[in-house]
């Protein structure tokens, strides 16, 4: 799939997985992250192709999102987490091309929810809006703003409860 040039997103494949976790050392600094993708990638939450990676002509991997299953109450909804660019491409669009993917990928599957927990200036260019206002809350305390929410299908508002994230998260 073209997204906005010069970024390609696709959804990860096997040999993507050494540079998707590059990417993510790489973003973050630590290996918490990337740590996370691979706990995740066998765990149930993982769902086959709601893990994008935005790529240049070349085909290498540069940035990358990842939807896992999470639930909002009982009700079953995806977790954006994380989202990661290689520092040399951050702000270019790569991080943006692989999240809006992702969240095409997830309404094409019929996902119907999507929570985050995340930078508040960047994720409401997706539709993402402050999850405590539907409700939605965590275990843990943080500062509300970073906390948002997104319904896929307009014909399905939000529901509200405690997310609850697959174990790897340790929420």
Do not use: K
């Amino acid at each position: 799939m073209r997204t906005r040039d010069p970024w390609i997103t696709r959804a990860e494949t096997g040999a993507d997985v050494p540079a998707v976790r590059a990417v993510n050392l790489a973003a973050f600094g630590t290996p918490l992250e990337a740590d996370l993708v691979d706990a995740l990638r066998a765990d149930p939450a993982w769902i086959g192709g709601l893990s994008l990676v935005s790529t240049g002509e070349d085909g290498r991997p540069v940035g990358h999102a990842l939807l896992t299953r999470c639930h909002i109450g009982d009700t079953p909804a995806l977790c954006l987490a994380p989202v990661a660019v290689l520092p040399e491409y951050q702000r270019g669009g790569a991080g943006s091309a692989a999240v809006r993917a992702a969240l095409e990928a997830a309404a094409g599957l019929g996902e119907r929810f999507v929570v985050v927990l995340g930078h508040p200036a960047y994720y409401p260019r997706f539709g993402f809006t402050r999850a405590s206002a539907h409700g939605i809350g965590l275990t843990v305390d943080v500062p509300d703003e970073a906390l948002m929410a997104l319904a896929l299908d307009p014909a399905h508002p939000l529901p509200s409860g405690t997310v609850r994230y697959a174990a790897p998260f340790g929420i």
